[in-house]
């Protein structure tokens, strides 16, 4: 397609941010790069954006994401909307240990060999796959959030108890695909400021939390059991057990 760029410094320069005001940009200094719709075929130039945070690449035509292995501050980084059919190895995502929010929707991902590898990312805590072959497959969900155990949200729900321990049959409002547990972290792409595009990260991690802060048995028990020890043991254990109970009826 003639129409297809590549990702060169000046396009990394105009569309990106840094948190300095100086008027002179450098690429060593970019902390979010706003690429989406541009019909770039590649991330050249990218693995130079060595402070980078967020990264919005959706709506390109992008195969390859290899270079931005240097970008190992990227605490949000959006690829739906491209062509991505296999995504690297497990030491690209290994260097991940600040990343969040990952969006892989609408590509062509289909081996499970991928979520072999993005089991590397320490803190992964959203991630999508919608409208991949990856999620045709029979048990996709069981397999991603079995395999991937910082997850707490694929795709629009927040993942429930149920899903993690085996044959565990719990009340309707704890059951996986509940309302409670529905979230849309698919906004978007807008133009923000730096600051405004941490906050979004920052309030959808909020947002998880606090659904599973409300609808999750094991949080829920945890945090009944931490309050009763900060209480220092006040009452005895089948109290706490009792009240703990009655806390997931």
């Not at 060169?8 to 690429?27: F, P």
């Not at 802060?213 to 009763?228: D, E, F, L, N």
């Amino acid at each position: 397609m003639e129409r297809l760029v590549s990702t060169s410094e000046n396009l990394l320069l105009k569309y990106g941010q840094t948190t300095s005001q100086a008027h002179v940009k450098k690429l060593k200094d970019l902390v979010i790069v706003q690429l989406n719709g541009l019909y770039l075929k590649n991330v050249r130039h990218l693995q130079y954006c060595v402070l980078l945070k967020v990264c919005i690449l959706s709506n390109n035509y992008i195969t390859d994401i290899d270079a931005l292995e240097c970008c190992t501050h990227l605490v949000k980084l959006d690829l739906h909307g491209n062509q991505i059919q296999h995504l690297p190895g497990p030491t690209f995502w290994e260097g991940m240990k600040e990343l969040n929010l990952l969006y892989l929707h609408d590509n062509g991902i289909g081996k499970l060999d991928n979520v072999h590898s993005l089991s590397f990312c320490p803190n992964l805590i959203g991630l999508t796959l919608f409208d991949t072959p990856l999620s045709l497959r029979i048990a996709y969900r069981h397999i991603v959030v079995n395999s991937i155990l910082s997850l707490k949200a694929l795709d629009y729900y927040v993942i429930s108890d149920e899903e993690i321990v085996e044959n565990w049959k719990l009340p309707p409002k704890y059951k996986p695909f509940s309302p409670s547990f529905f979230l849309d972290f698919c906004h978007a792409s807008r133009k923000v400021s730096n600051y405004e595009e941490i906050n979004v990260v920052k309030d959808i991690i909020a947002k998880i939390n606090h659904i599973l802060a409300h609808h999750s048995p094991v949080v829920i028990v945890q945090r009944w059991i931490k309050g009763y020890l900060t209480r220092k043991r006040f009452g005895s254990s089948r109290d706490m057990l009792l009240l703990a109970g009655s806390c997931l009826r």
